[in-house]
């Protein structure tokens, strides 16, 4: 049975730093993009980013780059977001998700729990 463990959220000052981690059991992430995406209240969810199933291919939102990196260890099969230089409309609720191809997509198959992330002073 395919389960994501996510982790990494929290309560961050405004420049600060998180890491969000997901990882995957019951699944090889292997052969398949996987992607972040939040959710703020009262707004639609959004695509953060997506990696695609080697790695060479990252895309991002307008919004993050040049903030967030995406990045995967196949090995540990376990994807990551590092936040860095968070602001107040970054607090959403984030998730992981891996979509059953190689190249990042729109749709996804399988997501994680959510983490939360909240970015105040």
């Known amino acids: 049975q395919l389960q994501f463990v996510e982790s990494g959220g929290g309560l961050v000052q405004p420049g600060g730093s998180l890491r969000l981690s997901c990882a995957a059991s019951?699944?090889?992430?292997?052969?398949?993009?996987i992607g972040w995406f939040r959710q703020a209240p009262g707004k639609e969810r959004e695509g953060v980013s997506c990696i695609s199933d080697s790695g060479g291919n990252t895309n991002y939102a307008d919004s993050v780059k040049g903030r967030f990196t995406i990045s995967r260890d196949n090995a540990k099969n376990t994807m990551y977001l590092q936040m860095n230089s968070l602001k107040p409309e970054d607090t959403a609720v984030y998730y992981c998700a891996v979509v059953l191809i190689g190249i990042c997509s729109y749709e996804y198959d399988y997501w994680g729990q959510g983490t939360q992330v909240t970015v105040s002073s």
């Open positions: 019951g699944f090889t992430l292997d052969y398949y993009a």
